[in-house]
């Protein structure tokens, strides 16, 4: 029993759930503490893993509840979430839309083409494309107005799925880890994960709040735009706790972004995430991702090397999944 009955919204089963957690024994020695857990949010199971896929549970739960039959969502031409909202449709008999913004945050002859939006395709989501991030919530208006006048039942879900219902996916993340730490002994300090629409450490840290537990959370922006990733994380705090029937449980001080390793811009690459990237592959065979976990993890590593964990605390890294954009990122590994 959880203190939690996550069961009592609408929700689709899509994710192979708990996923593992982990020690990455090889790089807390490396850095010679604190102890690292890697929580295995790339492992959901759906089409590649990732973190949407705890959120599709809800969001496409309250979709079949509404009677849709089309789902209509956007991004970047490498967005993860398009993709797993792609797979999702597609295991659901759901139409699929993807409105998605034209400048391309990193330049690869292969960014185009390959890795998520090769598969966006052949999950056989239809693709429309907007000039600018700022033209796709009317870009998904037009097109649910189109579906309807044709007599289709399109449901909307936001960039990332990062509202209320989407946050319940991380209120379950948290649960299972608090249930796998105590199964595992550990006395969990922190939890580092990164952090940009909000929906995931939002879910989190509302799941976190209606468990009592006192576990830090510290999202890495990677949006490069700290002060609007904190607010979308309140937002979807607040918004996944009143869900819950915790509001008031959720603390100001609850929400901890550091906007230190963004870089210049979404999807840049930075030589920290590069080295990061390299790192966890040589020393524990596990493959990150250029736009959100390298950037996080180089977070991490950077924060473990600064000193600003024990050499004994026990922090768990989100996995938020994300590894189809590498092969969209070969450029950006000179050299290998
Ligand atoms: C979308 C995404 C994130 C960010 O999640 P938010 O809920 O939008 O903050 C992190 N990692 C990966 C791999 C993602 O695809």
Not at 122 to 127: I, M, S
Not at 241 to 266: H, T
Request: glycine fraction near 16%; hydrophobic fraction near 40%.
């Amino acid at each position: 029993m959880t203190a939690l009955d996550l069961d009592r919204f609408p929700r689709v089963r899509l994710a192979h759930l708990p996923t593992p957690l982990e020690p990455l024994e090889r790089l807390s020695a490396h850095l010679g503490g604190p102890r690292i857990y890697v929580k295995r949010d790339d492992c959901t199971g759906l089409a590649f893993g990732g973190n949407k896929t705890r959120k599709l549970e809800f969001l496409l739960g309250d979709a079949l509840g509404k009677g849709a039959d089309t789902v209509i969502t956007c991004g970047g031409v490498q967005s993860n979430h398009t993709r797993q909202t792609a797979a999702a449709a597609a295991r659901l008999g759901l139409a699929c839309h993807l409105v998605q913004q034209e400048p391309e945050p990193w330049h690869d002859p292969d960014y185009g083409d390959s890795g998520n939006q090769f598969l966006g395709r052949l999950f056989g989501a239809e693709l429309h494309s907007v000039p600018t991030e700022a033209d796709r919530s009317a870009g998904m208006e037009r097109v649910a107005g189109e579906l309807r006048a044709r007599g289709g039942k399109p449901y909307i879900i936001p960039g990332g799925g990062s509202n209320a219902i989407g946050g319940l996916g991380y209120a379950g993340c948290a649960i299972e880890i608090v249930e796998q730490a105590g199964a595992m002994d550990l006395a969990v300090d922190c939890i580092v994960l990164p952090s940009g629409g909000g929906g995931t450490q939002g879910g989190l840290v509302a799941g976190l709040a209606a468990l009592g537990s006192g576990i830090r959370a510290i999202g890495i922006d990677i949006d490069a735009e700290g002060e609007a990733v904190a607010d979308r994380v309140r937002g979807v705090a607040a918004g996944t706790a009143g869900l819950l029937g915790v509001r008031d449980r959720v603390a100001d001080d609850a929400v901890a972004v550091n906007d230190d390793y963004a870089g210049e811009a979404y999807g840049k690459p930075t030589p920290g995430m590069i080295e990061a990237v390299t790192l966890l592959a040589r020393l524990e065979g596990l493959v990150l991702d250029p736009v959100y976990t390298g950037k996080a993890i180089a977070g991490l590593i950077d924060l473990a090397r600064s000193g600003a964990f024990g050499t004994d605390d026990t922090v768990v890294f989100i996995h938020t999944g994300g590894t189809p954009a590498l092969f969209a990122y070969r450029g950006a590994f000179a050299g290998l």
